[in-house]
């Protein structure tokens, strides 16, 4: 599975917050050790350094806030996720288990590790830390934990199971568009074009239009034989997005 194939809710907007700490030249060099807050800005620059694919200075601090705070489950996860960009597994799953360890019931550790999971194929332990960060109360992302474990099936594959994650995303949050989207191209697998229209429709009453929706609300007109509704999805594509893919794509298709 690539990494972009599943989202990390919170993985890298909650655990890489805004905040990290700068200087004027952008970053300090010297480790600090001595401050009562030293774990805290050691992560932040560990974090900061990791968004930057600064890979090798991120490791060396987030390894120095661990080793300050213990129990500092961010540190870990962020720690996690800088090994697995350095194609370290086992590394990787080491700092995630200390994730788990030190903060059992985080439910941003847990979606975050079940995404690391299903990364690996290991869907069985996926599911389970995924129902876990679902049920706890306090997840506020809910239907975004949801959408991981449903687009993790998908790729298991699992479809009664992706659906069922896909549909409880959508029952938490109605107008949640990755889940939307997906359940569009899930129907669409399924020559289920009919449906595939009403959840891409849902979808486009509440979110813009990327150049990928369009073309893909042309394709499924194309299925239904609405001609009509096709050729204004591929007009207003050109219209909108003139040197997107897609469009050259239709035009290409119209010579």
Request: proline share 3%; glycine share 6%.
């Given at each position: 599975?690539?990494?972009?194939?599943?989202?990390?809710?919170?993985?890298?907007c909650?655990?890489?917050?805004?905040?990290?700490?700068?200087?004027?030249?952008?970053?300090?060099?010297?480790?600090?050790?001595?401050?009562?807050?030293?774990?805290?800005?050691?992560?932040?620059?560990?974090?900061?350094y990791?968004?930057?694919?600064?890979y090798?200075?991120?490791?060396?601090r987030?390894?120095?806030?661990?080793?300050?705070?213990?129990?500092?489950?961010?540190a870990?996860?962020t720690?996690?996720?800088?090994?697995?960009?350095?194609?370290?597994?086992?590394l990787?799953?080491?700092?995630?288990?200390?994730?788990i360890?030190?903060?059992?019931?985080?439910?941003?550790v847990?979606?975050?590790?079940?995404?690391?999971?299903?990364r690996?194929?290991?869907f069985?332990g996926?599911?389970?830390?995924?129902?876990?960060?679902?049920?706890?109360p306090e997840?506020?992302?809910v239907?975004?934990?949801?959408?991981?474990?449903?687009?993790?099936?998908?790729?298991?594959?699992?479809?009664?199971?992706?659906?069922a994650?896909?549909?409880?995303?959508?029952a938490?949050?109605?107008?949640?568009?990755?889940?939307?989207?997906?359940?569009?191209?899930?129907?669409?697998?399924?020559?289920?074009?009919?449906?595939?229209?009403a959840?891409?429709q849902?979808?486009?009453?509440?979110?813009?239009?990327?150049?990928?929706?369009?073309?893909?609300?042309?394709?499924?007109?194309?299925?239904l034989g609405?001609?009509?509704?096709?050729?204004?999805?591929?007009?207003?594509?050109?219209?909108?997005?003139?040197?997107?893919?897609?469009?050259?794509?239709?035009?290409?298709?119209?010579?």
């Open positions: 599975m690539t990494r972009n194939n599943l989202i990390v809710p919170g993985a890298i909650v655990f890489l917050m805004t905040g990290c700490i700068s200087t004027s030249t952008g970053s300090i060099t010297e480790p600090v050790r001595d401050d009562a807050d030293a774990a805290e800005l050691n992560y932040q620059l560990g974090a900061r990791y968004q930057q694919g600064t090798g200075l991120a490791r060396d987030l390894l120095l806030a661990t080793e300050i705070d213990p129990k500092m489950a961010v870990f996860t720690l996690a996720l800088t090994y697995e960009a350095l194609d370290n597994l086992r990787a799953t080491e700092a995630y288990n200390n994730a360890r030190v903060a059992p019931r985080d439910f941003n847990q979606n975050a590790y079940a995404v690391f999971l299903c690996q194929k290991d069985g996926a599911v389970k830390y995924f129902d876990r960060a679902i049920a706890h997840n506020d992302d239907e975004i934990t949801a959408t991981n474990a449903g687009m993790c099936m998908m790729e298991k594959p699992d479809v009664t199971a992706a659906e994650y896909f549909r409880d995303a959508l938490r949050k109605s107008s949640h568009g990755d889940a939307l989207i997906q359940l569009c191209l899930l129907k669409y697998k399924q020559k289920e074009y009919l449906g595939a229209r959840f891409l849902r979808f486009m009453a509440s979110h813009v239009s990327s150049a990928s929706v369009l073309y893909l609300a042309s394709k499924i007109e194309d299925m609405n001609d009509r509704g096709r050729v204004d999805f591929e007009d207003q594509l050109i219209r909108e997005f003139p040197s997107a893919p897609e469009a050259r794509k239709v035009l290409g298709a119209g010579k």
